[in-house]
Every structure is written in structure tokens, then in C-alpha cells.
């Protein structure tokens, strides 16, 4: 199980991402509030803290939650390594990852100090349960076959 640190939005799309503290993920949509939501199916992105602090550690910044567009960042799971189909449950709410990074030939126009990260080290979800978010819910990871809300 892991955690989440932060929930981030922006209100326009080459902003970064701030952290709220808390938000609604509604369904079909992504987090209330950000510039990214209703756009795709990729309605809510993940990134793990563990990979902002060991960019921080080895470009000497200070990145922070939100700096790479993420809109929750999370703590103690393994992102990457969860399949196509995986289930969250965090707070009032279930995702579903639908896609692991971004491919290479997709252009990801938001980065940090020249660095970025989400397409290599982040995941995107769909909102499948609507509700309510908040920075230290508990994030319980299911896999698709074995998952009900």
C-alpha cells in the first residue's frame, strides 16, 4: 500500500501544477479544477515522490509536488510496475490505469528546470468511482480481476 502526498492542479495548461491538499476526482473527467481534466481518457496522472526526490538528489534542485504536471503524487508504491487494468482506491475514489508513460513521439510540453519525468516514470488513469481526495489517503492497489468497489 501506499500513500498520497499531494493533489495538484493548474489552471492553465503550461502552468504548474500546485498543491491543494485535497480535490475531486469525478468520473469521465479527472480532478475538478485542472487545466488537463475532460481532454482524454488519461483524466488523472500519477507520479511517485520517490522519483521527484531522486531527481532532486541527483540534478541538486528542489522539485515539488506538482512540478512535473503530475496531478497526485504518491509515496511507497511502484508505479511503472503496475499493468494495464490495475484498480486504486484512494479516498473516495477508484482509478484504472490506462496507460504507463507516454510514448516516446508524444510531445509532453511541461517540464521542470529543463528536466521531465512523468513520461518515463509516470501513469495515467480513468476515474472509475468519483469522489473525494485528500493529501495521506491510503492508496490500495487491486488488480482488475479481483476488484470490486
Known amino acids: 500500500m501506499g500513500s498520497i502526498v499531494a493533489i495538484c492542479a493548474s489552471q492553465r495548461r503550461m ?12 468520473q469521465g473527467y479527472g480532478l475538478e479544477g485542472d487545466a488537463h481534466a475532460g481532454l482524454s481518457e488519461r483524466e488523472v496522472s500519477l507520479l511517485a515522490w520517490e522519483s521527484i526526490e531522486r531527481l532532486n538528489e541527483e540534478h541538486d534542485i528542489k522539485a515539488a509536488p ?13 508505479l511503472v510496475s503496475l499493468p494495464l487494468g490495475t484498480r486504486l482506491r484512494t479516498g ?3 482509478l484504472e490505469v490506462v496507460q504507463i508513460g507516454k510514448p516516446p513521439d508524444v510531445t509532453h510540453t511541461y517540464n521542470f528546470q ?3 519525468i512523468l513520461p518515463t516514470e509516470g501513469i495515467f488513469c480513468r476515474v472509475i468511482a468519483a469522489g473525494r481526495v ?16
Do not use: W
Open 15 to 26: 502552468d504548474p501544477k500546485r498543491d491543494m491538499g485535497e480535490g475531486h476526482l469525478r
Open 66 to 78: 506538482g512540478d512535473f504536471a503530475e496531478n497526485l503524487t504518491t509515496q511507497g508504491i511502484d
Open 92 to 94: 473516495e475514489a477508484v
Open 114 to 116: 529543463g528536466l521531465s
Open 134 to 149: 485528500r493529501k495521506g489517503d491510503e492508496i490500495v492497489v487491486k488488480s482488475a480481476t479481483n476488484f470490486t468497489n
